[in-house]
């Protein structure tokens, strides 16, 4: 089983900061790497996909990268509604996905 | 739109069985794989279970192999989640959702969610 290991756990920031989320995997999944954003309340919502490919809808300011084992969910200026709950997701071994256990992040 | 809604969740005694339903709508249901999704209360995500499109492929978690079936009605574009031998480690928010070939097989869109609480 791939392990998806996020840290921070809790990141606290501003609003206008820069925010870099860390997704690491015990064994490389190559690019098949997404990233969700949740609220309190509700469902998630996908924002990168296979790495680095932006779902539709999402803004510009989020931003992912990376391959192999580590990856980087980048917002390049935060706005209010972005502090959240996010979750780094697999399909390597698919049709086994696997999550990471979430980075919560907070204002400051 | 795409428009996912999930039913069927409640209070359900160890042991018991529940069946969610998840009414899709807003797209050709017959051409997506579909995945059902639960989170425990205050934690993160669990993958529980996946079907392809023509109901060919099906695949489960450890966790719930050989409790849980899932199946899909193309023409009603319903998904379904039977669930026995429940177990209080079931209790969660049941999410489905749906994959895309084009967002690589990642879940694009995710219905609101049906709590299921498994108490006695």
Redesign the interface.
Known sequence: EIVLTQSPATLSLSPGERATLSCRASQSVSSYLAWYQQKPGQAPRLLIYDASNRATGIPARFSGSGSGTDFTLTISSLEPEDFAVYYCQQRSNWPAYTFGQGTKLEIK | EVQLVESGGGLVKPGGSLRLSCAASGFTFSSYSM?W?RQAPGK????VS?ISSSSS?I?Y?DSVKGRFTISRDNAKNSLYLQMNSLRAEDTAVY?CARSDIL??????Y????TLVTVSS
């Open positions: 995945n999704v993160g995500l669990e993958w996946s492929y695949y978690a999410y967002t690589g097989y990642h879940f694009d995710w219905g609101q969610g």
